[in-house]
């Protein structure tokens, strides 16, 4: 018969098919509104401009910045990538906020963690729509390549949108037990992470005991790791590995912790804009 | 030993009835207890069954209860005590494998308005696994005349036109329990009766249940075989349209909600 889903494929624990149909759903709003397309890439342009002035003027007149050319501008891309990691993530669920269609979707066989799934493959096409334009301006304007980062920028692209997966699926959480007027929490709460993520300056220069709280970031270890780079030319494995580890413990702390908030949507009415 | 002789067939063993679509028992459902106020209790206690193939209405003033209710029969909410079962599985346990087959039309939920009409119906046509997604969009839109808005974004359309669009949606999936809340509020005479005419032949046709809350007391007499009206969490009165009208003496089923919820009504 037309029309009507197969039983067994709806009650199946995890579904590519459903994965794929809010993908779609993301991606039919993107196609649908090019001004969207044009902000994921408008910041990040500004930043590799904005960096690869402050780059050439640093570069005469602070030997730091001339030994590892590219230096800011690389810094600022992989900014970009936790950034818009985070971002990505949360705006897609916001999405769904401003459109009252959580309740559509939870009426659906669709699992929370499949919905997770989609938020996690949305961030990762809107910081590719968003970063590589501005990786090619960085090339074109400044003759910097970020791709001479070599097999390393691979590493530290994942591990940096690993742990804007874990920052945005908690967000998303507050948002979802807050409803909306915590929405300016998707914008702002990871820029609390910059000072302490050593993203322009050695995590050296901070204050003792901040630097204990710096090394519990995956991104502090990504951006020395980046510095041991351009300026030694050396891969810092254990930098790779410890950033990896605090990925993988912040995305699982981070998805239980959504996971129970979803449960407290449920018991609460939230998911409908009913009850409390 | 053979119990039956050679030669003949054994009598068929009749075939296990089907469960009811809806059983919920002492349901129960408070919200926002606080150390000013106490919890409001949204549904209280509430037992009801409702067999396969019927079409049954909950009334009741605002606030009563009944979208609290709805809620907790499709998973979205989580009761505080009592049981549910929808096409016999329990919804506290095993929601996963009823959702699939049952689907809402709620005012209170909304869809993509950024998304044309099409491409919102496209997204849980996959949500539900349907086959062949294109052919059930192009027959939906057929049957709830929606062929001139598939290309439109969900935001352009009247009101009238965006509750066509979240019936769409929540006939996607040939859905066998259809929860309606309000289904017809924002629809013009004609397209509210046509709009019943579609529901109960697709409930003839399907041999599905139809869960409404209505405000629209023509509407429920004409379409409902069982009705309920809720007042303050309570299933006040429950029956067929003409066992509540003759029960209350009242000539029709308008007169019949009122006496009840002014508590006019003879217990």
Not at chain 1, 99 to 122: D, G, Q, W
Not at chain 1, 132 to 161: C, E, K, Q, R, T
Not at chain 2, 40 to 54: C, N
Request: proline share 5%; glycine share 8%.
């Amino acid at each position: 018969m037309i029309g009507r889903p197969s039983t067994s494929r709806a009650a199946a624990a995890f579904s590519a098919g459903r994965v794929g149909a809010m993908v779609l759903r993301y991606v039919y709003i993107l196609r649908g509104s090019w001004p969207r397309i044009v902000e994921l890439a408008y910041w990040p342009l500004m930043q590799v401009v904005l960096w690869g002035f402050i780059s050439k003027f640093l570069a005469t007149n602070s030997s730091w910045v001339a030994q590892g050319a590219g230096v800011l501008i690389g810094a600022a891309l992989l900014w970009d990538v936790l950034f818009r990691g985070q971002l990505g993530f949360s705006i897609s669920f916001l999405e769904e906020m401003w459109s009252r269609n959580l309740a559509n979707l939870f009426i659906s066989p669709l699992r929370p963690y499949e919905f997770v799934a989609a938020l996690t493959l949305m961030s990762l096409i809107r910081t590719l729509i968003g970063v590589v334009p501005a990786a090619f301006l960085a090339i074109l304007f400044y003759g910097y390549s970020v791709f001479d980062l070599g097999l390393p920028l691979v590493a530290f692209f994942f591990l940096l949108m690993m742990m804007g997966w874990a920052v945005g699926l908690v967000i998303t959480a507050l948002i979802m037990r807050f409803g909306l007027g915590a929405e300016g929490l998707a914008w702002i709460a990871i820029f609390a992470l910059a000072p302490l993520s050593g993203v322009f300056y050695p995590v050296a220069i901070l204050p003792d005991w901040l630097q204990v709280v710096s090394w519990a970031l995956p991104s502090a270890y990504v951006f020395e790791g980046m510095r041991a780079v351009i300026f030694d030319g050396t891969l810092r494995v254990d930098h790779l590995v410890r950033a990896l580890a605090l990925d993988i413990v912040y995305i699982a702390a981070a998805g239980a912790y959504f996971l129970h908030t979803f449960h407290v949507a449920r018991r609460k009415g939230l998911l409908m804009g009913i009850g409390e | 030993m053979d119990d039956h002789p050679e030669g003949e067939d054994p009598a068929p063993t009749p075939a296990p009835a089907p469960a009811p679509a809806i059983t919920v028992h002492d349901l129960t459902k408070s919200f926002g207890a606080t150390k000013s106020f106490g919890a409001v209790k949204a549904v209280d206690g509430i037992s009801f069954t409702i067999a396969r193939g019927e079409t049954a209405a909950l009334l009741g003033a605002n606030g009563a209860g009944k979208t609290t209710t709805i809620a907790m029969l499709v998973g979205l909410l989580i009761a505080d005590g009592g049981t549910i079962t929808v096409l016999g599985e329990d919804m506290a346990r095993h929601r996963y494998r009823v959702l699939g087959r049952i689907n809402l039309s709620s005012p209170y939920i909304d869809l993509p308005r950024r998304l044309t009409v099409e491409e919102n119906l496209a997204v849980f046509a996959r949500l539900y696994g349907v086959e062949n997604i294109s052919r059930r969009i192009e027959e939906l839109a057929e049957e709830l005349e929606l062929g001139p808005l598939l290309r439109r974004p969900s935001g352009t359309l009247s009101s009238g036109q965006r509750s066509r669009m979240a019936l769409a949606k929540a006939l996607i999936n040939r859905p066998e329990v259809l929860f309606l809340d309000e289904p017809t509020a924002s629809l013009d005479p004609d397209t509210a009766d046509r709009i019943r005419t579609y529901l109960a032949a697709y409930r003839a046709r399907e041999n599905a249940t139809i869960f409404m809350a209505s405000h629209n007391m023509a509407e429920v007499e004409r379409m409902c075989t069982t009705v309920m009206i809720m007042k303050a969490g309570r299933i006040e009165r429950s029956g067929t349209p003409r066992q509540l009208i003759a029960q209350t003496g009242c000539s029709n089923l308008e007169e019949v909600f009122l006496d009840i919820v002014r508590g006019r009504a003879a217990q």
